[in-house]
C-alpha cells in the first residue's frame, strides 16, 4: 500500500551535524528513538500570522518504559532537528541549524497494572519553510 498513516522511524540530529547547506555530515551521529510501533505521528499545518505564513509543525510518539525520560533528556539538551521516515518511506528533516527544534517530555507510570508505562515525546517548532524531503 503506498498511503498508509503513521511514523515508522524518528531519529535525533544534534544540529553541530547539520551542514551550513542542511545536509547531514555523519549518519552514525544519528540516535534513533525506540518508540512503540503505532504511537508516532508527524503534523505539519501551513499557517499565518501577522508576520506572514509559516509551518506549524508537531512530532509525537510514545516510548516504553518510564526510566527512558532521564535519556531523552540528557539527550536533547542541546540543538537538535528530528528525521522521520513514515510508513510511505517519505523521510524529512524537521528543524534547521538555526531552526531546532523544541521539545516536551511526559513520563507515565500508569495508575492500573494494565496501563502503558511510557515516556511521550514531543518535538515541535514554528518553522519558516516547510521540511525538506532527504534520503538516508
Do not use: H, W
Not at 509543525?57 to 531523552?72: H, P
Amino acid at each position: 500500500m503506498d498511503n498508509t498513516g503513521g511514523l515508522v522511524k524518528i531519529y535525533v540530529c544534534p544540529v553541530s551535524n547539520i551542514s551550513d547547506s542542511g545536509q547531514i555530515i555523519d549518519q552514525e551521529r544519528l540516535i534513533q528513538v525506540n518508540f512503540i510501533l503505532d504511537s508516532a505521528k508527524r503534523k505539519c499545518t501551513r499557517k499565518d500570522d501577522k508576520n506572514g505564513e509559516y509551518y506549524d509543525l508537531k512530532i509525537e510518539c510514545t516510548v516504553a518504559r518510564s526510566d527512558k525520560d532521564n535519556f531523552y533528556t540528557e539527550l536533547l539538551l542541546n540543538n537538535f532537528v528530528v528525521i522521520t521516515s513514515d510508513s510511505n518511506n517519505i523521510t524529512r528533516i524537521d528543524g534547521t541549524r538555526n531552526e531546532p527544534l523544541r521539545y516536551e517530555i511526559e513520563s507515565d507510570t500508569g495508575e492500573e497494572f494494565e496501563d502503558l508505562n511510557c515516556v511521550k515525546l514531543e518535538f515541535s517548532r514554528k518553522l519558516r519553510f516547510p521540511s525538506p524531503l532527504i534520503s538516508l
